[in-house]
């Protein structure tokens, strides 16, 4: 019995509440005096928690002919009752939650000063977040979007989809990927390996999505770089498994500049699908 008034107290009934509760479940007509006495509580408190069950529909009101008694309504259509309102309480409280982020949000980017705005960040290990921070920054993205990638190709569908409308809106998408045996794309939601010998015709696909593609040797860090304003790195530590690892979001014009300048340094030395192609079957 402690425990399930334990779990009736976690759901939002008081102590008092809850002891009353269980002994209605017994099924005898009592009366407030028989249930405050099983219940081991005060009779005026008794009598207020009845009313407040009876007023809720968890239990029925009956006179007789000298005094109320009491008796729990069918099991089953209580539990429907209370698994509605934790039901609407959640969704109420939900969706006030997401107005309310939605009102203070905007005005906390008001408010972020210029020489207080924040030129580095840096995000470490596990961290739901990190798509959609990377994500956000494609969608931000107005002019031009470069990008350098080790292991993974495709991260996510939602990431082809913007790609796609970005290049028709005129965007400039540069893409750099390794041509290595780890090579990975995500298909269908899940990974698989793309050997080297198959990547030209992978790299053809990318391509008809729109933007450039070519295929290097070797690439150290992944990397992505806004309108050659922010710039997105995923450090690559083959000793850290990939969700350990940190990445670290720029936003300095300078710095910036100069690792456009490295990619473009990369993209003139890397390979275009069809150079991959003849220089892998010499």
Known sequence: ????????????????????????????????????????????????????????????????????????????VVQDKIEKEI?????????????????????????????????????KGFNKHRFAKFMQMVKDTKREFLLMNKLEGRVDTETDEVTRNFVRGGGILKSIYEASNDFKVNINGLWQSITPEHLPKFVTELQGDGGEVRLAKKIYQNMAISDRKVVFISLVDPTISRYNRSDIIVKNQNFAESMAEFFEQSWNKADTAEEFSRNFTK
Do not use: W
Request: hydrophobic share 35%.
């Open 1 to 76: 019995m402690k425990e399930i008034i334990q779990n009736l107290e976690a759901l939002g009934f008081t102590n008092y509440e809850s002891k009353v509760f269980c002994v209605l479940f017994e099924g005898n007509l009592m009366t407030a005096s028989d249930i405050a006495k099983k219940a081991e509580i005060a009779r005026s408190s008794a009598y207020d928690i009845l009313k407040s069950f009876t007023e809720k529909g968890i239990c029925n009101e009956i006179q007789t002919s000298s005094v109320a008694k009491y008796e729990i309504i069918d099991p089953k």
């Open 87 to 123: 039901h609407d309480s959640y969704t109420s409280k939900s969706t006030k939650l997401k107005d309310s982020f939605d009102k203070l949000t905007p005005i906390f980017k008001a408010k972020e000063l210029e020489g207080e705005k924040v030129d580095v960040e840096l995000i």
